[in-house]
């Protein structure tokens, strides 16, 4: 079993930075590809990033692309999301997820076994 805690979210004005981290623990060997998922007040949980187990591949939504950035430590088992320029859109709880599976689809909700419980972001204008 792998458990995901995610922590640096909270509030901050537009324009403003954030970085979230996403600590994993348990059979940690097993994870290959790494995403941060998002989800607004009701709308339906969107993708926004991922990365691979060897970190040479990522991933980004068109919304976040050229604003946030992936990276991952594998040493320290903990994926983290650097988000600059943030917008009153980006207000979500954001999610941590990992895929035990090689195959599976970066960009795809259904690919990730795991789920942290969110972390709150919100972005005043």
């Known amino acids: 079993q792998v458990q995901l805690v995610e922590s640096g979210g909270g509030l901050v004005q537009a324009g403003g930075s954030l970085r979230l981290s996403c600590a994993a623990s348990?059979?940690?060997?097993?994870?290959?590809?790494m995403g941060w998922f998002r989800q607004a007040p009701g709308k339906e949980r969107e993708f926004v990033a991922a990365?691979?187990?060897?970190?040479?591949?990522?991933y980004y939504a068109d919304s976040v692309k050229g604003r946030f950035t992936i990276s991952r430590d594998n040493a320290k088992n903990t994926a983290f999301l650097q988000m600059n320029s943030l917008k009153p859109e980006d207000t979500a709880n954001y999610y941590c997820?990992?895929?035990?599976?090689?195959?599976?689809?970066?960009?795809?909700?259904?690919?990730?076994?795991?789920w942290g419980q969110g972390t709150q972001v919100t972005v005043s204008s």
């Open positions: 990365i691979s187990r060897m970190t040479t591949s990522t």
């Open positions: 348990g059979r940690t060997f097993g994870i290959y590809t």
């Open positions: 997820a990992a895929d035990l599976d090689p195959r599976g689809l970066p960009r795809n909700f259904d690919t990730y076994d795991t």
